[in-house]
Each structure stands twice: as structure tokens, then as C-alpha cells.
């Protein structure tokens, strides 16, 4: 507390310039004594002092003058730079000079051997051990200031990884920040001609080297990654082998961010989870996306939630006549207006409507009303334990709520029906996924009912990174509370995209679908839970177990260790683009699935919850109950058939 106390009243304490300029006239009378001194080899004898008085009046006069001139006691000792070195040489030798050629003017060019003549000689000598005094002087203060500043400030060891201009940025950026006490250690590059090597005193190191020598020795130890232009692969590929180590590893800000050619330490960010889960961006195109929604009228279900929003926010870009927001979620859907009531264009027309998606008489009147050409259908539940608790919520809104849509749809003439599944939709294991699987199987058999012109498409991709209630947001609350960190089993895994992506797939689905078609996303690698859990915790600064513990809590109702975007009677066709597949999906016919969803909603209003999830379980053969009280009707389906 004293220390804290103590840095913040004199840290920001600086020495007047007037004392500064007073410090630097005594060095003119110290520089030009000893001059004199040395010019009459230390015989006192031989110094009149009454004319040392006036030679050094006269020089003093030319210092004073010249210090004032360029300013020379005017910047900070403690941040003293070559900068200000040079200023200094200046000063002085405008100074020497000024009395130099005073005196040979009095001594040669008026004849006069007066008190106003200095000894060039002592002079000369002035010259040097006045600049050599008041250059070190400085320099020695300000090193003298950051050594003791230095004991009340945290250390912290740095690698700065890549040894070229970005790198020596940093170095330079990072050594003159007063917040912390950084050591810097070394560099590491890949450049086999700069390891071994040193800059400005600093060594350069392989990667392996540096593991061995540093990073297994050195506890608390930092990582900037100072590449400009990285790539995604090479800042996961640099950030995996650090971040197993425990290291937290750290990037410098994208170019276009920094202020005037140059950042600031304050810019240096830790890595985020997402940069090490997502990909390199996949490139869409935008120009048919563009030519399909401009100057369309688009509708969109679930408006308010993660990937709705944000398909509201691509769409609004795109320029179309007018767009209609619906969602029950009264306060995400004021949120999502107010935010682009700035921002939307001025010939796009805006509507917004809280409104229950079953509810049939109110969809209509808002379709027929504005008759969009598109519709997006984001709106569904899709949290799995709570789904698993609430079957009757998790049919009427994701099988019912898409059946009222879609025949609106139909019915309406509109162009395009998207609707954005699930990769839990393939093999369900939980009733969230199984009704996302029977709304896709609804909206897909509507596609070869006559006289419907409406193409009905579905999107399935993975988890959404940052959406409300994944695992990123999750963890991050559970660290911020000190931990522990809960995963459901060691070898659980998921596959991850960003939310832009899901979303430029929604819509690249929109416009290149001719109706029937699922479209599956090439979502990459899993990846591993606990090790998402692990690296999350080393991002935060902490380490794993000792300040954060993770704790397995088993798997919830309905989860899967394993995602999958394809079932064991799907296989994919080719599309456009090498990243977007067509899943070839059995499609049952409307009739047959017209008839389903009927005795689903007798059901839902006279029969209980073990008959609705027997019925799905019939619909759907592949559903499989895991980690559920709904397992025991898989034991009695095999019962039975024995």
C-alpha cells in the first residue's frame, strides 16, 4: 500500500525547467573551471582570477543564451532520448562557437588582447566535458530513476517472437513503458540466420532452444507475438505451443490500428480463444448475395439472438426494400433496434414485431401484411438439458412453430425459406436435436408438394463461438469467479465456427439453393473441451489447478461426447464452393410428415411427455437417448421388436 501510495505522488512528479536550467549553468561552471585548470596543467599559480571572472561571464553569457534558445532544459531528465542528446550538442556548440568567434574578432580583427579574449584552447576543452557532463548527467539520472522505479513494480519476463522490424518495435515500445517492469529475455525466430545471433544485446533463439533454455526454466514468463500480417494458422500453430506450456501468449494489434504509424504497450492484447478456434476466413460470394437481397423484403425469426442478430446485421448491408425483425425476447429485439436505427440505410425500411412464431393468426397477418421474399428462420430453443426437461416447449416452437412458417410460407408465394438447424439434428441423441431434425424433415418434404414455388432450404453447422449459452461465455464467468471450470467429461469434443461465418453460410445458402437441399459446412477439426478449458485459463493469466480448478461434472441430459454434421445414411454432394457440401438427406413425403406432426399436436394437448418423446423416437429411428431419463424407451423399443 505504501508503495502504491509513494508511486503515484512522485511518478508523475517532474523537475521544474528552471531548476534544470540552473543544474546546467552549474555544469558550464564546473566544465569551465576544469577546463582552465587542465589548460594550466593544475598550476594555480598561473590562473589570474580576475580575468577567469570575466572569461567565464563571457562564456556563461553565450551558454545562457544558447540553452534558452533551443530549449535544451526543457524536456524530461527521466525520459531523456538521443532526441534530446542532439538538442543538447547543439546548444553547446552554438554556444563554443558564438565565443569562439567573438574572441578571434576582438583578438585578430581589432588588435585587442582584452577580457573578452578566451584562450581557444580552453575553450575546446569547455566544449567536450561540458557536453560529455550534461549528455551523461542525463543519462545516468534517468537510468538511475528506472533502476529505482523498478523495485516497486512488478517483473515480468518477455520472448518477443519474430526478430524483424515488428519485433524490434516492440522491443523498443515495451523497454520505455513505465507500467511494468519487463525483462526481455530473447527473441525467437524461424530465420536459421539470425539464431545465435544478437540485436541491441539481445539474443535470438530457435524455438526449440528457447523451450528448453527459457520457457521450462522461467516461471511467469510472457510471449508477444510482434508478425506482422500473421496468419491464422501460424498464430494458432505459435499460441498451442506456449499456451500447453502454460504461457500466456500476447499480439500486437492489427496495423490498420495503430495510431499514427505506432502502438502503444496498452494495444499489446492477449490472444483470444476464438482467434485459436476459428479458421482463415472463408471467401463467399458476396456479389450474388448481393444481387438476390438488394431491394428484397426479408424476414427474420429469432431476430433478437446470437445468429439472428447478426444475420440482420449482414442482410442490412446488403440493401434490401425492408425487413421485418421478429422475436418473443422483448428486450434483445429493443436492443437489436436501437442499434441499427443509426445505422441502417436510409432507403431500408425497418418493422419490428414481438411475436410468438406458433402462433398462426399473428404470423400471417405479419407475412400477408409485408409479403417478404425471403425468410430467415433462426427463431427455435436450443439449449439441450433444458430442452431435455421441456419437451413440450421443444416441439411446439421447433417442430410446430416451423410447420406454421413454412406453410405461411408456401402459401405467401415467398421466394426462399431458410431455416437454420443444427449439427444436433444428426443421430440425436437429445430432444433439442431431434425436433430441429423433424423441422428439417418438414420444411424438405414441402419442397415436392405441387403448385408450391417456395424453396426450402436448411443450414447445419456447429457450435457458435460467443453465442448465448455456448461454452466460451461459460467459462469465461466461471474464471472471472475464480473457478472452478466445469466440463462435462475429459474426451468430449465440438467443432466451433464464429458467428459471422455461420451466418455468411446462411445467407450464401439462401441464394445458391434450388430448394430441398441441407447444407453442411466444413467446420475443420473438434476440438478437445478440456483443452479449450486449459488454454482459456492460461489467456486469463492464471494457471490451471493451482488458481483454477477444472472439474468434471459428467455428461448432461441428452449430450454427445461427439458431434457429427453427417448421419450414417448421409453422404454429401459437392457444391461451388470447396467449403460448403450438400447433405444427401432422406426425405420423407409431405403427407407422411403432415400426418406426423398432426398427432404431435394431439399430443401436445392431450397426452404426456413419455408419448411425445415416444413419438419423435418412431418419426426418427436414428434418435437415440443419451444420458437421459428418455433411454428407457429405447430399452422398451428393443424389448418390443424382440
Known amino acids: 500500500m505504501a508503495q502504491s501510495i509513494f508511486l503515484s505522488k512522485y511518478s508523475n512528479t517532474f523537475l521544474s525547467r528552471w531548476l534544470v536550467f540552473a543544474f546546467d549553468l552549474g555544469i558550464v561552471a564546473f566544465s569551465f573551471s576544469v ?3 587542465l589548460r594550466m596543467n593544475f598550476r594555480f599559480t598561473d590562473i589570474d582570477f580576475h580575468v577567469f571572472k570575466y572569461h567565464f561571464l563571457f562564456l556563461i553569457t553565450f551558454r545562457a543564451l544558447s540553452f534558452i534558445y533551443f530549449q535544451s532544459y526543457t524536456g524530461i531528465i527521466r525520459h531523456t ?61 534517468k537510468s538511475f530513476y528506472e533502476s529505482f522505479m523498478r523495485q516497486f513494480k512488478p517483473s515480468v519476463g518477455i520472448l518477443i517472437y519474430g526478430a524483424g522490424y515488428t519485433g524490434m518495435l516492440t522491443k523498443n515500445v515495451i523497454q520505455n513503458d513505465r507500467s511494468i517492469n519487463y525483462t526481455i529475455l530473447g527473441f525467437i525466430d524461424d530465420n536459421e540466420s539470425k539464431i545465435g545471433k544478437t540485436i541491441e544485446g539481445i539474443r535470438v533463439y530457435s524455438l526449440s532452444e528457447a523451450l528448453e533454455k527459457l520457457v521450462d526454466k522461467t516461471d511467469g514468463l510472457e510471449v508477444i507475438m510482434a508478425i506482422n500480417n500473421i496468419s491464422l494458422k501460424v498464430k494458432k500453430r505459435i499460441s498451442d505451443v506456449f499456451l500447453d506450456r502454460g504461457v500466456i501468449v500476447k499480439i ?39 444481387e438476390q437481397l438488394f431491394s428484397k423484403t426479408i424476414l427474420v425469426t429469432g431476430a433478437a439472438g446470437s445468429i439472428g442478430s447478426e444475420i440482420v446485421r449482414q442482410l442490412v448491408s446488403y440493401l434490401p426494400a425492408s425487413i421485418i425483425l421478429i422475436d418473443q425476447a422483448e428486450s434483445g429485439l429493443f436492443d437489436l433496434e436501437f442499434e441499427l436505427s443509426s445505422t441502417i440505410p436510409a432507403n431500408t425500411k425497418m418493422s419490428v414485431y414481438v411475436a410468438d412464431i406458433t402462433d398462426q393468426k399473428r ?3 405479419i407475412i400477408s401484411a409485408h409479403k417478404p421474399n425471403f425468410i430467415f428462420h433462426a427463431a427455435a430453443y436450443k439449449h439441450v438439458p433444458l430442452m431435455e426437461s421441456n419437451p413440450y416447449e421443444a416441439v411446439r416452437i421447433n417442430v ?42 418438414y420444411t424438405q418434404s414441402m419442397n415436392d408438394l405441387e403448385g408450391v414455388s417456395t424453396k426450402f432450404i436448411a443450414t447445419r453447422f456447429g457450435n457458435v463461438l460467443g453465442s448465448s449459452g455456448s461454452v466460451i461465455p461459460l467459462f469465461r464467468k466461471q474464471i472471472e469467479r475464480g473457478g472452478p471450470v466445469t466440463v462435462t467429461h475429459p474426451d468430449i469434443t465440438r467443432y466451433f465456427m ?3 461465418e455461420a451466418c455468411e453460410l446462411v445467407l450464401e445458402a439462401a441464394t445458391m439453393g434450388n430448394g430441398g437441399e441441407v447444407f453442411v459446412f466444413d467446420m475443420g477439426d473438434s476440438v478437445k473441451i478440456i483443452d479449450l478449458a486449459r488454454k482459456m485459463i ?31 445414411n448421409e453422404n454429401t ?70
Open 363 to 365: 404470423m400471417k397477418r
Open 81 to 141: 532520448s538521443i532526441e534530446d542528446a542532439v538538442i543538447i550538442l547543439k546548444a553547446v556548440f552554438t554556444g563554443t562557437f558564438l565565443a569562439t568567434m567573438l574572441s578571434l574578432v576582438v583578438r585578430y580583427y581589432y588588435n585587442l588582447d582584452t577580457l573578452l579574449y578566451v584562450p581557444l584552447s580552453i575553450l575546446l576543452i569547455d566544449f567536450f566535458i561540458c557536453l560529455f557532463l550534461m549528455v551523461s548527467l542525463r543519462f545516468w539520472v
Open 498 to 500: 464464429t458467428i459471422p
Open 252 to 290: 500486437l494489434p492489427p496495423v490498420d490500428k495503430w495510431v499514427g504509424g505506432e502502438f502503444a504497450v496498452n494495444q499489446i492484447h492477449n490472444v483470444k480463444i476464438e482467434d485459436l478456434l476459428g479458421r482463415d476466413v472463408i471467401q463467399m460470394n458476396n456479389k450474388q448475395v448481393g
Open 35 to 37: 577546463a582552465t585548470l
Open 573 to 642: 454432394l459437392p457444391t461451388h464452393h470447396p467449403k460448403i457440401l450438400i447433405a444427401k438427406v432422406n426425405t420423407p413425403s409431405y403427407s407422411y410428415m403432415d400426418i406426423q406432426c398432426q398427432d404431435l399436436e394431439q399430443i401436445l394437448e392431450f397426452g404426456t411427455t413419455t408419448e411425445l418423446v415416444t413419438k419423435i423416437k418412431d418419426i426418427i429411428p436414428e434418435y437415440k437417448s443419451n444420458n437421459s431419463v428418455f433411454e428407457q424407451l429405447d430399452k422398451s423399443s428393443i424389448r418390443s421388436k424382440g
Open 400 to 441: 410446430l412453430g416451423t410447420k406454421v412458417l413454412a406453410e405461411l410460407a408456401a402459401e405467401f408465394n415467398v421466394d426462399r425459406f431458410v431455416m437454420v438447424s443444427t449439427d444436433k439434428a444428426v443421430n440425436p441423441t437429445n430432444v433439442m436435436g431431434a425436433t430441429k431434425r423433424l423441422a428439417e424433415m
Open 538 to 568: 492460461t489467456l486469463s493469466g492464471l494457471r490451471v489447478d493451482r488458481d483454477i480448478e477444472i472439474k468434471f461434472t459428467g455428461l448432461r441430459p441428452g449430450e454427445k461426447l461427439y458431434e457429427e454434421l453427417l448421419n450414417n
